[in-house]
Every structure is written in structure tokens, then in C-alpha cells.
T-cell receptor, first 116, second 114 residues
Framework: AQTVTQSQPEMSVQEAETVTLSCTYDTSESDYYLFWYKQPPSRQMILVIRQEAYKQQNATENRFSVNFQKAAKSFSLKISDSQLGDAAMYFCAYRSGGGSNYKLTFGKGTLLTVNP | KAGVTQTPRYLIKTRGQQVTLSCSPISGHRSVSWYQQTPGQGLQFLFEYFSETQRNKGNFPGRFSGRQFSNSRSEMNVSTLELGDSALYLC?????????????FGPGTRLLVL
């Protein structure tokens, strides 16, 4: 079974600074997808960024980028120019690449605080 | 497009009762997945439905069941509620065609079992 580990329960960053959230995973599969989801307090979970395992290039979405190290099974999220609205719980998630498998395996989450 | 909606948003039940939660996916989406979120266990996959058929199932007891209707709306039922069933129940919808597609989450139903 796949597992996802987020070793940082909490992180804090100053507004406009850069922060990196860590995620490692364990799998024997070669085809899979990795995601970072953001869950603001009392609000809906939304997708921040995703990475296909077969792509070597790291995904980027505006101020959000990932460092995907497939051999090390590491998938960290970098948030640049942090904003107050980035404060949330961030979850790393894994999904098998099989066509009909929609199960997401989540890490325990990292609570990000943004200080003004 | 309207997002994923879940009803009710809050629910209080007592032990031994049963509860039914509803999820309406984004229009055109045929896959609905359910997750349980608790402080201790985090986010855990319950099951996924596609075109009225359960396609994947997590490791939950048989007290947890679900179904999907022809309009893709899904319901989740928990029978004989236990205190440990108190949680935020999230549903997520997607087209169901596989690949890298995004799953969109609803706001959740917060269930408190007394």
C-alpha cells in the first residue's frame, strides 16, 4: 500500500518570503500522480498543483512550484512571495496511475501560518 | 459551473442512529469519491462511485455504505453510529475518465455523534 508522509506538522513564514513544505511517499508503482491540496480554515479543499510521475519537469503554477525527486520519492512544495491568503492546511496526496483508480492517499498535512 | 455541493453542512446524531449524507457533483462529472477527515486519522478514502457503480473501496466497516443515482448525485449512509464516526465527510467529483484530471472537493458535512 502507498503511504504519504509530511514531516512538518506546522510551518510559518513571513509575508513576501519563500517557504518549502516537505512530502515523501512510498510506492512500488511507476505510474502515479502527486498533488498538493490547500484547505483554508473552514473552507473547501482546493488543488494547488499536480505532478505526473512520468514527467521529469517540475510543475509550476504562478507562485507555487514543486521539487519532484522521483528516485528519492520526494515531492516538496515551494511557495514564493507568500501572501496572507496562503495560510491554510496543506496536504500532499498520491494517486495511482491506473485508469479507474480515483483513490487519493493523503499525508497528515502541514499547517502554514503567514505572518504579516 | 456550480461547484460540488454537500448537504447537510452540519449534523448532530446520537450513538446507534443512522445518517445519510448527500453530494451533488459538478455538472457533467460522473465520478464521486467520499473521504472521512478526523484530527487523529487525517483524510481517509471511503469509496468511489462511477456511473452508479462502486469502483473503489477503502478500509471501512460495512456500516459505511453509499450509492450513486443516474444523475450522478451520491449519498453516503452510516448505520449504527459510533462516537468515532464524528468527522468531516468530504466528497469530491471528477469526470471519471482517468489520467491526471483534478478532483474537486465539496465543503463537507460535519457530523457530530453524541
Amino acid at each position: 500500500a502507498q503511504t504519504v508522509t509530511q514531516s512538518q506538522p506546522e510551518m510559518s513564514v513571513q509575508e513576501a518570503e519563500t517557504v518549502t513544505l516537505s512530502c515523501t511517499y512510498d510506492t512500488s508503482e511507476s505510474d502515479y500522480y502527486l498533488f498538493w491540496y490547500k484547505q483554508p480554515p473552514s473552507r473547501q479543499m482546493i488543488l494547488v498543483i499536480r505532478q505526473e510521475a512520468y514527467k521529469q519537469q517540475n510543475a509550476t503554477e504562478n507562485r507555487f512550484s514543486v521539487n519532484f525527486q522521483k528516485a528519492a520519492k520526494s515531492f516538496s512544495l515551494k511557495i514564493s512571495d507568500s501572501q496572507l491568503g496562503d495560510a491554510a492546511m496543506y496536504f500532499c496526496a498520491y494517486r495511482s496511475g491506473g485508469g479507474s483508480n480515483y483513490k487519493l492517499t493523503f499525508g497528515k498535512g502541514t499547517l502554514l501560518t503567514v505572518n504579516p | 459551473k456550480a461547484g460540488v455541493t454537500q448537504t447537510p453542512r452540519y449534523l448532530i446524531k446520537t450513538r446507534g442512529q443512522q445518517v445519510t449524507l448527500s453530494c451533488s457533483p459538478i455538472s457533467g462529472h460522473r465520478s464521486v469519491s467520499w473521504y472521512q477527515q478526523t484530527p487523529g486519522q487525517g483524510l481517509q478514502f471511503l469509496f468511489e462511485y462511477f456511473s452508479e457503480t462502486q469502483r473503489n473501496k477503502g478500509n471501512f466497516p460495512g456500516r459505511f455504505s453509499g450509492r450513486q443515482f443516474s444523475n450522478s448525485r451520491s449519498e453516503m449512509n452510516v448505520s449504527t453510529l459510533e462516537l468515532g464516526d464524528s468527522a468531516l465527510y468530504l466528497c469530491a467529483s471528477s469526470s471519471g475518465t482517468g489520467g491526471k484530471e483534478t478532483q474537486y472537493f465539496g465543503p463537507g458535512t460535519r457530523l457530530l455523534v453524541l
